[in-house]
């Protein structure tokens, strides 16, 4: 019973950082662009997501011509699903030795969620949702092998697909030290991820009208919303995770956490949005091969200390 209200209050907490993350983002951008944003609801427009929700969810659901029904109406819903099951295996305080392979979960959620995006394009019956079907597959197939290299080269170092390892073995040296250039890739990389600008091909509004999720209103654009921006939460989480040890109960980590968020809002701000070659030049020819060589450097190094190990040990047996 008290597993089952500490994921309730777990939900209603990233419901909570999903709509103060997004005023965050809209004023960080409008003083970005020299104005105001949102400023009317209460004070400094505090309660402006809560009123957005209220929108959202009392707007006329649109019934499109010759569209698949079932899985137009029930994939934005299992989207949002996919999204908040990152947040259950994330290794919490209370959580901590739940599910031994949680980052193979990860990785399966990650690559059903990206087939989710596909099954809602194809759903609307729409030709700009079709194109950014298209785009979407190319993109998926193009960052996620880096992505999975990355993951499997720290997974090499902590030799358990667990991220609890990873805590442990952080604890006297980071791998951001010295998988610096590595953490800079998978930054570029989450940001193709969670469909961020200036990779957000599968959604670009000056190009495809919006997009996979052209033909969706109401409730189901809500939960295709939330799910992006909660992945972008739960991908700083687990880059913490990854290449940085700290408590979760610390201020640093809390500070660093709201960089990483801010890095997503300033990108947005800053960067326009790429060619579609010139992505796949940049993962294919510049990230692939870099990314090959750290985990085969890993690898070598890692059994090169494994046999001195063994070498000292027989020796000490002598």
Do not use: H
């Amino acid at each position: 019973m008290i597993y089952f209200l500490i994921m309730i209050l777990l939900l209603i907490s990233t419901f909570l950082s999903i709509a103060f993350f997004t005023l965050m983002e809209r004023k960080i951008l409008s003083y970005m662009q020299n104005r105001k944003g949102p400023n009317k609801t209460l004070i400094m427009g505090i309660l402006q997501p809560f009123s957005d929700a209220i929108k959202l969810f009392s707007k006329e659901m649109n019934l499109n011509f010759k569209s698949n029904y079932i899985i137009y109406y029930m994939f934005p819903l299992l989207n949002i699903i996919c999204s908040l099951m990152m947040w259950m295996i994330y290794p919490f305080y209370w959580n901590f030795n739940f599910n031994k392979f949680n980052i193979l979960m990860l990785m399966s959620m990650m690559s059903i969620n990206m087939i989710i995006i596909m099954l809602i394009s194809w759903s609307s019956n729409s030709n700009y949702a079709m194109i950014g079907l298209m785009r979407s597959i190319a993109q998926m197939i193009s960052y996620e092998i880096n992505l999975m290299i990355i993951i499997m080269t720290i997974v090499n170092l902590t030799e358990q697909l667990n991220f609890n390892y990873m805590f442990i073995m952080q604890k006297y040296m980071m791998f951001y030290l010295y998988l610096m250039f590595l953490f800079y890739i998978w930054i570029i990389t989450i940001l193709a991820e969670t469909n961020r600008t200036p990779f957000d091909f599968s959604e670009g509004e000056s190009e495809l009208i919006s997009g996979f999720n052209i033909e969706y209103s109401s409730f189901s654009f809500a939960f295709i919303f939330l799910a992006e921006y909660s992945n972008i939460l739960i991908m700083s989480l687990i880059t913490l995770t990854m290449f940085f040890n700290m408590k979760m109960s610390s201020m640093i980590f809390f500070f660093t956490f709201m960089i990483l968020c801010f890095l997503f809002i300033w990108t947005r701000c800053t960067l326009p949005r790429f060619r579609y070659d010139k992505l796949m030049y940049l993962t294919w020819i510049k990230f692939l091969p870099l990314t090959i060589l750290y985990f085969f450097f890993s690898l070598s190094f890692k059994l090169y200390y494994t046999k001195k190990n063994d070498k000292t040990k027989d020796y000490l047996k002598i």
